[in-house]
């Protein structure tokens, strides 16, 4: 199944408070999974613990659903800083809705943060048009007590004729 086939099975809209049980479950599993392949499952916190220092609700927030929710993204000033997916329903093209979904809504230029190590999400943001910038080592975001090593990188809609900007699947909306 192709990614943009696979995107049109699900639905995006606004997180409501009725879903933080369903991305409190889903930021749990996968952050293991981020974890586990850069800094180690020992700096793991849960969703809990670091929504409100981490500034979740800071920005907008969308949900996907397939058909329970299966995933969530959030976009802050321009900058994606949650994006997680059901392991469940890894492969499945949500991440890839959930990120077309916050570019649609973010500015001429989107920033994100990728672990290093976390394959996974690189390839997805590298396949959706981001490229790096730069690579940094400091402190894990929400788990001071650990180094990490992380990725940044950038997407940048391309300019249309009419002098707005697109994105790489179009015009944005």
């Not at 993204?73 to 916050?102: N, Q, S």
């Amino acid at each position: 199944m192709t990614p943009d086939r696979a995107t049109t099975a699900c639905r995006i809209r606004p997180y409501e408070q009725r879903d933080w049980e369903a991305i409190e479950r889903i930021h749990d599993a996968a952050r293991l999974d981020e974890l586990r392949e850069s800094v180690g499952t020992e700096a793991f916190l849960s969703l809990a613990d670091t929504y409100q220092g981490e500034g979740l609700f800071d920005g907008r927030v969308w949900v996907a659903e397939d058909p329970a929710v299966a995933g969530f993204v959030a976009l802050d000033e321009d900058e994606v800083t949650w994006l997680y997916v059901d392991p469940a329903r890894y492969g499945r093209g949500i991440g890839t809705a959930l990120l077309r979904h916050a570019l649609a809504h973010g500015g001429p230029r989107v920033e994100t943060t990728v672990l290093a190590g976390n394959q996974r999400a690189l390839d997805l943001y590298l396949r959706e048009g981001f490229t790096l910038v730069e690579t940094k080592t400091g402190r894990l975001a929400g788990n001071e007590k650990f180094a990490a090593t992380g990725h940044i990188l950038e997407h940048r809609k391309a300019p249309r004729q009419d002098g707005r900007a697109d994105g790489p699947h179009g015009p944005a909306r």
